[in-house]
């Protein structure tokens, strides 16, 4: 990062923070506490609104975002944990944080399992299969954690599966929320699009597997949303009809996954399957398999003990293990 680039990054938090209780602030009091001109403020807050966050200037009174925001706050953050929980770390604004934690790895830092990476944005967060990720100021959580799988990739089946059962069980546990899982990666609710999951793996067949695994889930979408997103989606502050703290959510979301994915670890992901079939979003319903080798159709009977999913096709049940799934007719 050049100097110049840290320096405008420190002023855009400056301007978020004066911004973020909702108040109008004008150009000249910001570039008053800022040091810098009225002109460069309107350069920045151009900026801002190019990732995500919804600034509108007010005339004769200056700017001010649309609803107050709730920044990070790694203090915070710390009173939900507990005392021997790993380290969270938080980037304003990142390229990807699943990107933040594999550098990390590859420039040979030994990370401790659980340990969490958070970011306020994200400029190139992606999906599955090198999808992009929208992914808005303030909005949503983008979260990656490191884990470490100690018998190599093969013990890694079935684990995104996993992850989602993790993050389900904490809404339904914390927030009295019924979640929905679709095979392989994604979060559903009402069946709309609430989150998504990448697993991004570095090792061998049979040594140490290091696993950074993505997360975003949405939280209180913007309204441009609707033009960068081509499916059903919701958010939890929807479901929820309530205003939610990401700073409790995100040591939550970092204990379930700890705690789920030692249970993992221990037992395999046999002792998962039914937790996966009572979430089913697509169960018992006609789907399409898409793949490198065609599409499958079939009825959707879940997962198998090793994570693949389960299609009934002309009377009898096969597992599948890559691909895309959606609703026959409906492609997603």
Known sequence: MTKSTAQSL??????????????????????QQTGISRA????????????????????GKGYRLATPLQLLDLTEMKQYQSAAAPEIWLQHLT???????????????????????????????RGRRGNSWFSPFGSNL???????????????????LVVGIAIARMLEQHYQLGVQLKWPNDLYAGQRKLGGIL?????????????????GLNIQMPAQAQQQISQPFTDLVSLLDKPLNRNELIPLLQHSLCE????????????????FNQRNVFAGQPVTLSGAGGSQHGICQGVDGQGGLVLEQ???????????????GQPE
């Open 95 to 125: 390229d990807s944080t699943n990107t933040q934690l594999l550098k990390r790895l590859q420039d040979g830092h030994q990370l401790q399992k659980g340990q969490v990476l958070v970011a306020e944005a994200q400029t190139a967060g």
């Open 199 to 215: 697993v991004e793996l570095s090792g061998q067949t049979h040594a140490n597997c290091d696993v950074v695994i993505g997360i």
């Open 142 to 160: 983008y979260f990656s954690m490191y884990w470490q799988l100690e018998h190599g990739i093969q013990a890694a089946m079935g684990l995104s």
């Open 40 to 59: 460069a403020i309107a350069r920045h807050i151009d900026q801002l609104q190019e990732i995500g966050l919804d600034i509108y200037a007010v005339t």
């Open 10 to 31: 420190m002023l855009q938090r400056q301007l978020i923070q004066y911004l973020a209780a909702g108040d109008c602030c004008s150009g000249e009091w910001l570039a």
């Open 314 to 328: 002309q009377g009898q049940q096969k597992a599948y293990y890559g691909g895309e799934l959606s609703l026959r």
């Open 260 to 275: 789920t994915l030692s249970q993992f670890e221990h037992s395999g992901f046999n002792s998962f399957v039914e937790a």
